[in-house]
């Protein structure tokens, strides 16, 4: 079992700044890809990120040159830095971990942008 808890949303102006963090604990020497996914209301929820243990970075077209995901291994925690955040960028953002049997998410933390 993995256990995930995000923190560092909150309420900001569109163009600022945010950065989230998610703290991973339990079974950790399983975790092979750490990221971030959103939802914002009455919309699916859609990838934003994603690192794996090697490095390799993902990202969505609409992040791009924007967010940046990085990782801390020693202290198996992701973070996730929001640059020039647009309204739209508005939604709860959660963190997951995949191993090899499972996924794991976050509760979430909600990022609020406004215009």
């Known amino acids: 079992q993995v256990q995930l808890v995000e923190s560092g949303g909150g309420l900001v102006q569109a163009g600022g700044s945010l950065r989230l963090s998610c703290a991973a604990s339990?079974?950790?020497?399983?975790?092979?890809?750490l990221g971030w996914y959103r939802q914002a209301p009455e919309k699916q929820r859609e990838l934003v990120a994603t690192?794996?243990?090697?490095?390799?970075?993902k990202y969505a077209d609409s992040v791009k040159g924007r967010f940046t995901i990085s990782r801390d291994n020693a202290k198996i925690t992701v973070y996730l830095q929001m640059n020039s955040l647009k309204p739209e960028d508005t939604a709860v953002y959660y963190c997951?971990?995949?191993?090899?049997?499972?996924?794991?998410w976050g509760r979430g933390t909600q990022v609020t942008v406004s215009s």
């Open positions: 690192i794996t243990s090697g490095g390799s970075t």
């Open positions: 997951y971990a995949t191993t090899s049997q499972s996924t794991y």
């Open positions: 339990g079974s950790i020497f399983s975790i092979n890809v």
